[in-house]
């Protein structure tokens, strides 16, 4: 079993160099599926997530070829399953936003229901909702979810969560439908404006993503292209935490600030001073002593639930007392009982989470429960007192790409063995 080794109490130093954001990766390669021509997305992070949706593109007669190890090519011309059945649907919650693509292009699409996981049971209802009312009739029965439409129709579409997929799956399910499409309470994450910029690259009418009411006129057909999603504002998130965590003080290329703003602001209120070094570069400095914090997750541009495991590892160690609420997923505590076996002293009460800081953190056996926690784990292990070992590591690989190589280029004591 693999394992990432962090010996604590190493300070931090240098540069690190942030990849392209995964949440936009993903759902740009599914709407490579809108178009027959090739689609090239530079630099993508080759991480587990990217490299699952990439099996099941190939799985479905779709070609994928890497340039330079670091650009992808895909062509979906051959593609003609409309029916999935596929593990690795199963293994990626987002693969489902391959429906909405599908529904489009072949008026079918007939693929496994999504369970829950371990952040919560996570519902495709607002999704359905949206295909509905651009005018396919959806079935669900044995374990399947089926939308068939003869020709998708634009409508007016209210949203009432601002779901991040959903918004998604009904953007690409109406660039191609017929006349006017509009989304009401859209999610207005950065990644939602970077599939539709994305998408009006390749010749798309939509006007409005990002900003939570989104206009989509219909095409008829969409051409290929070469795109550069955003740089990864959670990663980045990731590593000005560890900055102020380890008390350091480090550059990070490939931070937008704009995106980054509710993760900003809450480090400044909580100690931590940044200085923009340019377009796109973020000194932050963490050297300072910190004051705790209270948290509640919220949509874009509210505090990313992306970030609050992340922000707890700091917070536990922040003397004082610190209130954090989930409000986006309902069951996103699990790192509490790994941190409370570092020594972190921190008590649930539903959905949220009361945080006595605490003098110091030790190491110990712990593991990654999803993603975002894993890499808590790994903050806490940078500043705990002797070793920590993190199992479970599917879940960090989801979605950091070398993050042992990132944190040891900044001076961390971080390996990975298989034991
Ligand atoms: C995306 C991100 C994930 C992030 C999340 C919230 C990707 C690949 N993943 O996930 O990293 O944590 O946004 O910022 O981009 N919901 C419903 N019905 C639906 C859909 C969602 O009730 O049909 C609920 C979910 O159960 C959850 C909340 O809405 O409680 C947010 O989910 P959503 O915004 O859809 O997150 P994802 O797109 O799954």
Same mark, same amino acid.
């Given at each position: 079993?693999?394992?990432?080794?962090?010996?604590?109490?190493?300070?931090?130093?240098?540069?690190?160099?942030?990849?392209?954001?995964?949440?936009?990766?993903?759902?740009?390669?599914?709407?490579?599926?809108?178009?027959?021509?090739?689609?090239?997305?530079?630099?993508?992070?080759?991480?587990?997530?990217?490299?699952?949706?990439?099996?099941?593109?190939?799985?479905?007669?779709?070609?994928?070829?890497?340039?330079?190890?670091?650009?992808?090519?895909?062509?979906?011309?051959?593609?003609?399953?409309?029916?999935?059945?596929?593990?690795?649907?199963?293994?990626?919650?987002?693969?489902?936003?391959?429906?909405?693509?599908?529904?489009?292009?072949?008026?079918?699409?007939?693929?496994?229901?999504?369970?829950?996981?371990?952040?919560?049971?996570?519902?495709?209802?607002?999704?359905?909702?949206?295909?509905?009312?651009?005018?396919?009739?959806?079935?669900?029965?044995?374990?399947?979810?089926?939308?068939?439409?003869?020709?998708?129709?634009?409508?007016?579409?209210?949203?009432?969560?601002?779901?991040?997929?959903?918004?998604?799956?009904?953007?690409?399910?109406?660039?191609?439908?017929?006349?006017?499409?509009?989304?009401?309470?859209?999610?207005?994450?950065?990644?939602?404006?970077?599939?539709?910029?994305?998408?009006?690259?390749?010749?798309?009418?939509?006007?409005?993503?990002?900003?939570?009411?989104?206009? +989509? $006129? =219909?095409? #008829? %057909? &969409?051409? @290929?292209?070469?795109? !550069?999603?955003?740089?990864? /504002?959670?990663? *980045?998130?990731?590593?000005?935490?560890?900055?102020?965590?380890?008390?350091?003080?480090?550059?990070?290329?490939?931070?937008?600030?704009?995106?980054?703003?509710?993760?900003?602001?809450?480090?400044?209120?909580?100690?931590?001073?940044?200085?923009?070094?340019?377009?796109?570069?973020?000194?932050?400095?963490?050297?300072?002593?910190?004051?705790?914090?209270?948290?509640?997750?919220?949509?874009?541009?509210?505090?990313?639930?992306?970030?609050?495991?992340?922000?707890?590892?700091?917070?536990?160690?922040?003397?004082?007392?610190?209130?954090?609420?989930?409000?986006?997923?309902?069951?996103?505590?699990?790192?509490?009982?790994?941190?409370?076996?570092?020594?972190?002293?921190?008590?649930?009460?539903?959905?949220?989470?009361? +945080? $006595? =800081?605490? #003098? %110091? &953190?030790? @190491?110990?056996?712990? !593991?990654?429960?999803?993603? /975002?926690?894993? *890499?808590?784990?790994?903050?806490?292990?940078?500043?705990?007192?002797?070793?920590?070992?993190?199992?479970?590591?599917?879940?960090?690989?989801?979605?950091?790409?070398?993050?042992?190589?990132?944190?040891?280029?900044?001076?961390?004591?971080?390996?990975?063995?298989?034991?």
């Amino acid at each position: 079993m693999e394992k990432i080794i962090v010996e604590g109490g190493n300070k931090l130093k240098g540069e690190v160099n942030i990849s392209l954001a995964k949440n936009s990766v993903l759902p740009i390669i599914v709407a490579s599926i809108l178009s027959p021509n090739d689609v090239v997305i530079k630099n993508a992070p080759m991480l587990e997530d990217v490299i699952v949706l990439n099996d099941l593109l190939l799985e479905m007669d779709c070609s994928i070829e890497t340039i330079n190890n670091r650009d992808l090519k895909i062509n979906t011309s051959n593609l003609k399953e409309t029916s999935m059945n596929s593990d690795l649907i199963r293994k990626m919650r987002a693969s489902f936003l391959i429906m909405g693509p599908m529904l489009s292009r072949f008026g079918k699409c007939k693929i496994s229901m999504p369970g829950g996981c371990n952040i919560g049971s996570r519902p495709i209802d607002l999704h359905l909702k949206g295909f509905k009312l651009l005018g396919a009739d959806i079935e669900i029965g044995h374990g399947f979810v089926e939308a068939k439409a003869k020709k998708l129709k634009g409508n007016r579409i209210y949203l009432d969560f601002p779901s991040v997929g959903a918004t998604e799956n009904i953007l690409m399910a109406s660039v191609l439908a017929e006349g006017t499409t509009i989304i009401e309470n859209a999610a207005e994450e950065p990644e939602i404006w970077d599939l539709a910029n994305f998408l009006n690259s390749m010749g798309a009418k939509i006007h409005g993503a990002g900003v939570g009411k989104i206009t +989509i $006129e =219909g095409v #008829d %057909s &969409l051409k @290929g292209i070469e795109y !550069k999603p955003i740089y990864d /504002r959670v990663e *980045a998130g990731t590593f000005m935490v560890a900055a102020a965590i380890t008390k350091s003080k480090i550059t990070i290329n490939g931070a937008i600030e704009d995106h980054l703003r509710p993760t900003i602001e809450k480090l400044k209120e909580c100690g931590v001073k940044f200085e923009s070094l340019g377009e796109d570069t973020i000194l932050v400095d963490g050297t300072g002593e910190k004051s705790p914090v209270d948290i509640k997750t919220l949509p874009y541009p509210g505090f990313p639930t992306d970030m609050q495991a992340q922000m707890m590892a700091l917070l536990s160690i922040c003397k004082g007392s610190s209130i954090i609420t989930e409000t986006v997923f309902e069951n996103r505590f699990m790192h509490v009982a790994e941190l409370v076996r570092m020594g972190a002293n921190i008590k649930i009460d539903g959905r949220t989470a009361i +945080i $006595e =800081g605490v #003098d %110091s &953190l030790t @190491g110990c056996d712990v !593991k990654a429960t999803d993603l /975002r926690a894993g *890499a808590a784990m790994i903050l806490a292990g940078l500043v705990a007192h002797g070793r920590t070992e993190i199992s479970d590591l599917y879940h960090i690989d989801r979605g950091y790409v070398d993050i042992e190589e990132k944190f040891r280029g900044l001076g961390a004591n971080i390996y990975r063995v298989d034991k």
